[in-house]
């Protein structure tokens, strides 16, 4: 295990990091507050001010979906290549113009053009940020993927509330204001991140793809984590819907959301920082993953609650579900900055965003199918069996990670002891 600093507190264990990942974690606190600004509220922008149909509004929003998770690998691969200084600045430049085009664009085309520039713009700069972070502090990439996940929880906080307030006015003002954001920090970047020596591979980009493919130990990790990926998104798919269907209050989402915000920017670091010094990464991870798990045996007997009718009742019908939210958050918590520790020691700096590319982008297919066949559940009878195909794929990595950890089949961290 790697020696923690004696420095307490995300913002203390922020100023021991070197400048460029310091900017590079509050630059993912504008990327999320950027996003949360417009995102969220883009579809009732498509369908009520537009009057787009439905299909149509989906199928905006399915581009740029589709857009960054099918080129993750591509933005993972052109960091290794070209920098991932270049790639960030591009990619946040990309979302600046994407987000423009949604101010002023109102017909098919031009949104179809915008979702694709927001989602190329986010395969881009997501890889190479994290591979920059992982090269720049190798050995205590836990810690910094910690302090990075707190930022990146405190944008996704604070950009729905600007968002919110900037939509009184109108939503073209709410689009104009997140792509300045993404134009700031486009700025920002240019001027103070440095560029990072490329060691450039050797190897076409094909063979690179195929060497990463070729490596079993990190495709037999990739393919137990897939869980993860589809559980993390619940909380945006499952809680809200149980939230409104239990409640009928509008406000039980925020609820929701803020608490397990607030729970995380808290405990965040304190926890990646407590395990990384007591415990394997391997059981730090499977115990993440079954808290996850659990999260959704908690919230079994929700989904046999009668609708709310007074105040009283909207609390006690909150209860478990907040709680469930916050184990799912806890185990969240506990295996993200692990993960993202190990993805880049299955290779060498010269292929780590190739790596984070190859992995995000087989986990952002496999939450996609996960949420189709999660969503399909929850209108099956109560709900149950979207939670029990929850509390399987969690069941799944947890055991599949630790049979990896026991077979020492898992990457050694830099700078960590056997």
């Given amino acids: 295990m790697t020696d923690a600093p004696t420095t307490t507190g995300t913002l203390g264990l922020l100023r021991t990091f070197p400048r460029s990942v310091q900017l590079l974690v509050l630059n993912q606190y504008g990327v999320n507050t950027g996003f949360y600004m ?9 369908t009520g001010n537009l009057g787009l149909s ?10 740029r979906t589709l857009s960054q998770q099918g080129l993750f690998l591509i933005g993972g691969t052109a960091a290794d290549r070209l920098g991932p200084h270049r790639v960030i600045i591009t990619g946040c430049a990309l979302r600046s113009v994407g987000f423009a085009v949604f101010a002023f664009g109102t017909s098919i085309p031009l949104l179809i053009l915008a979702s694709i520039l927001s989602g190329l713009a986010g395969a881009l700069f997501n890889p190479a940020v994290r591979s920059y972070i992982a090269v720049a502090e190798p050995d205590r990439r836990a810690d910094a993927f910690a302090v990075f996940n707190v930022f990146a929880q405190a944008g996704a906080l604070s950009g729905p509330l600007i968002g919110s307030a ?3 006015v109108d939503f073209r003002t709410t689009a104009v204001a997140a792509a300045v954001v993404f134009a700031a920090l486009t700025l920002a970047q240019m001027r103070f991140l440095p560029a990072r020596p490329v060691e450039r591979a050797e190897t076409t980009v094909l063979r690179g793809w195929g060497a990463v493919l070729a490596n079993r130990q990190f495709v037999r990790f990739t393919l137990a984590m897939l869980g993860m990926f589809a559980l993390q998104t619940q909380m945006y798919l499952i809680y809200p819907v149980l939230a409104q269907r239990i409640t009928a209050w509008v406000g039980a989402v925020a609820v929701l959301l803020l608490s397990t915000t607030i729970f995380s920017l808290l405990f965040q670091v ?19 993953l079954s808290l996850m798990g659990i999260a959704f045996v908690v919230l079994l007997p929700v989904l046999w609650f009668e609708p709310a009718e007074n105040p009283g009742q909207v609390a006690l019908a909150l209860l478990p579900l907040v709680v469930s939210a916050l184990i799912l958050e806890t185990g969240i918590m506990v295996a993200q900055p692990f993960v993202m520790e190990l993805i880049p020691a299955y290779g060498d700096s010269r292929i780590s965003g190739t790596l984070f590319g190859m992995f995000y982008l087989v986990s952002g297919v496999a939450a996609a199918g996960g949420n189709a066949l999660i ?8 709900g149950w069996p979207g939670a029990l195909v929850c509390v399987t794929l969690a069941a799944g990595s947890a055991g599949a990670v630790w049979l990896l950890h026991r077979r020492n089949l898992l990457a050694e961290p830099a700078g960590a002891s056997a």
């Fill in 38 to 46: 417009l995102v969220p509220y883009l579809s009732m922008h498509l």
């Fill in 54 to 63: 439905v299909a149509i509004t989906g199928l905006v929003l399915g581009v």
């Fill in 166 to 168: 900037l939509l009184t």
């Fill in 270 to 288: 304190p926890i990646t920082r407590w395990l990384g010094s007591r415990t394997s990464r391997g059981a730090a991870i499977t115990g993440g």
């Fill in 375 to 382: 969503g399909y559940g929850i209108e099956l009878g109560n």
